[in-house]
Nanobody, 124 residues
Framework: QVQLVESGGGSVQAGGSLRLSCVASTYTSNKRVGWFRQAPGKEREGVAAIYIASSTTAYADSVKGRFTISQDVAEKTAYLQMNSLKPEDTGSYFC??????????????????WGQGTQVTVSS
């Protein structure tokens, strides 16, 4: 079992920045960590993912060039740096971990472990 704890959410104005952190109880036993978000009334969507062994990253088109996912393996932590935030980035942000490489990185079903989420609110 892997426990994940997110932090770093908050309220910012459009154009601002936030950095989310996801601390895992065990890190390198997983293959991939993803960040997802969910706005009220919408489905959870994949935002970014990082493959732990290679540090290869992937992003949703909506956040490319604005968000950066990274990791500190020694600290068992994944980060999501969010710049140039827009009102449409508002939502609950979740980190998730997968022990397998397979499947689409942006598919929530491919992840076995989830954090409780942290709220991000971007005002115009």
């Amino acid at each position: 079992q892997v426990q994940l704890v997110e932090s770093g959410g908050g309220s910012v104005q459009a154009g601002g920045s936030l950095r989310l952190s996801c601390v895992a109880s065990t890190y390198t036993s997983n293959k991939r960590v993803g960040w997802f978000r969910q706005a009220p009334g919408k489905e959870r969507e994949g935002v970014a993912a990082i493959y732990i062994a290679s540090s290869t990253t992937a992003y949703a088109d909506s956040v490319k060039g604005r968000f950066t996912i990274s990791q500190d393996v020694a600290e068992k932590t994944a980060y999501l740096q969010m710049n140039s935030l827009k009102p449409e980035d508002t939502g609950s942000y979740f980190c998730a971990a997968s022990w397998a490489y397979g499947g689409w990185w942006y598919a929530a079903d491919e992840y076995e472990y989830w954090g409780q989420g942290t709220q991000v609110t971007v005002s115009s």
